[in-house]
T-cell receptor, first 105, second 113 residues
Framework: RKEVEQDPGPFNVPEGATVAFNCTYS??????FFWYRQDCRKEPKLLMS???SGNEDGRFTAQLNRASQYISLLIRDSKLSDSATYLC??????FGAGTTVTVRA | NAGVTQTPKFQVLKTGQSMTLQCAQD?????MSWYRQDPGMGLRLIHY???????DQGEVPNGYNVSRSTTEDFPLRLLSAAPSQTSVYFC????????????FGPGTRLLVL
């Protein structure tokens, strides 16, 4: 079983909608998690870290649920520019396969 | 700072050929890693290094060799290319394995015929 697994989507949402998706992890000892954004097979770039207390950055909110062993990313008021693949990074350099989000006008 | 650089950007190989993908970083990071990305598979770790002279295998190491003679450079060698190694290869560096941001290079697109 992969260390980190994601719902691949795709999530196709209208502008202004809220979209949320999860990433599950298998190693309960995992301490640090991150969300990365990847555009059109370019290099992934850090979107935000995921803290135990949650993390919010503008329209983006990341949460960690240790009891159920998943992290989540919520995007509010979606913009066309949010269309991308979102990757979660977990324990020991393990990435999820990515969740594709497409925001339509 | 250039960050993480990779060369070449594109490469076409014939089955059985060998080549080296270059990766360099100028951030004085101890940790460097190589990933391959295939459609629907996300990023899979090939090899990683926790410092000069120290390397370890990741999830998909077969067919690849690495070495780390300096902090800055972490080349990936394909000894005998196979069509299954057609992929996009990303190199990354960070100041740690956990809790630190991974900085990625722009990638190398490899096609093995």
């Amino acid at each position: 079983r992969k260390e980190v697994e994601q719902d691949p989507g795709p999530f196709n949402v209208p502008e202004g909608a809220t979209v949320a998706f999860n990433c599950t992890y298998s190693n309960s000892a995992s301490q640090s998690f991150f969300w990365y954004r990847q555009d059109c097979r370019k290099e992934p770039k850090l979107l935000m870290s995921v803290y135990s207390s949650g993390n919010e950055d503008g329209r983006f909110t990341a949460q960690l649920n240790r009891a159920s062993q998943y992290i989540s990313l919520l995007i509010r008021d979606s913009k066309l520019s949010d269309s991308a693949t979102y990757l979660c990074l977990g324990w020991k350099l393990s990435f999820g396969a990515g969740t594709t989000v497409t925001v339509r006008a | 700072n250039a960050g993480v650089t990779q060369t070449p950007k594109f490469q076409v190989l014939k089955t059985g050929q060998s080549m080296t993908l270059q990766c360099a970083q100028d951030m004085n990071h101890e940790y460097m890693s190589w990933y391959r990305q295939d459609p629907g598979m996300g990023l899979r770790l090939i090899h990683y290094s926790v410092g000069a002279g120290i390397t370890d295998q990741g999830e998909v190491p077969n067919g690849y060799n690495v070495s780390r003679s300096t902090t800055e450079d972490f080349p990936l060698r394909l000894l005998s290319a196979a069509p299954s190694q057609t992929s996009v290869y990303f190199c990354a560096s960070s100041s740690g394995l956990a809790g630190e941001t991974q900085y990625f290079g722009p990638g190398t697109r490899l096609l093995v015929l």
